[in-house]
C-alpha cells in the first residue's frame, strides 16, 4: 500500500543546515509535498515539487526529488529557531483523491 | 482570496457526549473537502473525504460521522464520544489540483 516514511527528530543548531528526509512507494503521484507545522497550528504549505523535476529551490529551501530511490529531502539553509516546527512530507494516494502524510520530523533548532 | 474556518478552536467533552465541528471555506466554489486527525505524537489520518454536497467517502472505520450540507461547509460529528477520539482535527481543501490547505484545527480533549 501507500507509505510515506520520515524520521522522528532532528536537531541542529542556529545557522547549520537542515536536512529532512522523506522516502515514499508511490511512484505516480504528480507532485510531492512539504508542509510545516508549528506548535497548536494547522499545517502550512512550505514547498511542492512536480516529479518530473530533481531539484526545486525557493530561498532558503531547497527540494531534491529522486525518483528511481524515491526518496525526497527538504534542505533548509541557514536554520533559524522560527524554523523550529514538525515538517512533514506528502504524496498523492494512487487515486488522486487525497495525500498521504509522513508523521513528520521534529525539527528543533538552538541558539 | 481563499480561506478556510473552524470551529471551535478547542473543545473539552465528556465521554458518551456528542460532538459537531465546523469547516467552512471561504473564496472558492466546488472545493473537495477533507477531514484528518492528528493523535499525539502521531501523522495525519485521513477520516473523510467529500468531493461535492451530500458526497462521503469514508477512509476508516469509527465512531465518527461527516456531512456537507453546503458546497463549502463541512461537518464532523458523533453521537457519543469516546477516549479514543482525542485528537487534533483539521480540515482542508483542494480544488482541481493535489494541493491541500488547511485550517487552523480544532483541538479535542474527550475526559
Known amino acids: 500500500g501507500e507509505d510515506v516514511e520520515q524520521s522522528l527528530f532532528l536537531s541542529v543548531r542556529e545557522g547549520d543546515s537542515s536536512v529532512i528526509n522523506c522516502t515514499y512507494t508511490d511512484s505516480s503521484s504528480t507532485y510531492l509535498y512539504w508542509y510545516k507545522q508549528e506548535p497548536g497550528a494547522g499545517l502550512q504549505l512550505l514547498t511542492y515539487i512536480f516529479s518530473n523535476m530533481d531539484m526545486k529551490q525557493d530561498q532558503r529551501l531547497t527540494v531534491l526529488l529522486n525518483k528511481k530511490d524515491k526518496h525526497l529531502s527538504l534542505r533548509i539553509a541557514d536554520t533559524q529557531t522560527g524554523d523550529s516546527a514538525i515538517y512533514f512530507c506528502?504524496?498523492?494516494?494512487?487515486?488522486?483523491?487525497?495525500?498521504?502524510f509522513g508523521k513528520g520530523t521534529t525539527l528543533s533548532v538552538s541558539s | 482570496s481563499q480561506t478556510i474556518h473552524q470551529w471551535p478552536a478547542t473543545l473539552v467533552q465528556p465521554v458518551g457526549s456528542p460532538l459537531s465541528l465546523e469547516c467552512t471555506v471561504e473564496g472558492t466554489s466546488n472545493p473537495n473537502l477533507y477531514w484528518y486527525r492528528q493523535a499525539a505524537g502521531r501523522g495525519l489520518q485521513l477520516l473523510f473525504y467529500s468531493v461535492g454536497i451530500g458526497q462521503i467517502s469514508s477512509e476508516v472505520p469509527q465512531n465518527l460521522s461527516a456531512s456537507r450540507p453546503q458546497d463549502r461547509q463541512f461537518i464532523l460529528s458523533s453521537k457519543k464520544l469516546l477516549l479514543s477520539d482525542s485528537g487534533f482535527y483539521l480540515c482542508a481543501w483542494t480544488r482541481g489540483s493535489d494541493t491541500q490547505y488547511f485550517g487552523p484545527g480544532t483541538r479535542l480533549t474527550v475526559l
Open positions: 506528502a504524496e498523492s494516494n494512487h487515486a488522486g483523491t487525497a495525500l498521504i
